[in-house]
């Protein structure tokens, strides 16, 4: 399958940015989805995830209540909504398909994960 994200930039303390990833070459429907994220010099790190059906959402703690992830399974594509962006949310924005069968428990772990986007920049200025 192939990832293609988008919608990254350069956005002010407090702005928004929606994030998408248009999958082909698989039948998306059928996959949890993620994105991750990784800052200079940081290790990659879990952001959120959404159920193949897109009825369960998972966010980490450090987006709670910012973020949300969905998903339009006609188009293929999975949306990451960031509202109330802060300079710590500045880094590469990734998405990524789960492996069939993930455990919904195990999908903030990056080996869930078996194809990834190439990343999409955001930089948030104080």
């Known amino acids: 399958v192939q990832l293609q994200a988008s919608g990254g930039g350069l956005v002010q303390a407090g702005g928004s940015l929606r994030l998408s990833c248009a999958a082909s070459?698989?039948?998306?429907?059928?996959?949890?989805m993620g994105w991750f994220r990784q800052a200079p010099g940081k290790e990659r790190e879990f952001v959120a995830a959404?159920?193949?059906?897109?009825?369960?959402?998972y966010n980490a703690d450090s987006v709670k209540g910012r973020f949300t992830i969905s998903r339009d399974n006609a188009k293929s594509t999975v949306y990451l909504q960031m509202n109330s962006l802060k300079p710590e949310d500045t880094a590469v924005y990734y998405c990524a398909l789960a492996r069939s069968g993930s455990r919904w428990d195990n999908l903030r772990l990056i080996n869930e994960y078996d194809d990834w986007g190439q990343g999409t920049q955001v930089t948030v200025s104080s």
């Open positions: 959404i159920s193949w059906l897109g009825s369960r959402m």
């Open positions: 070459g698989r039948t998306f429907s059928s996959y949890a």
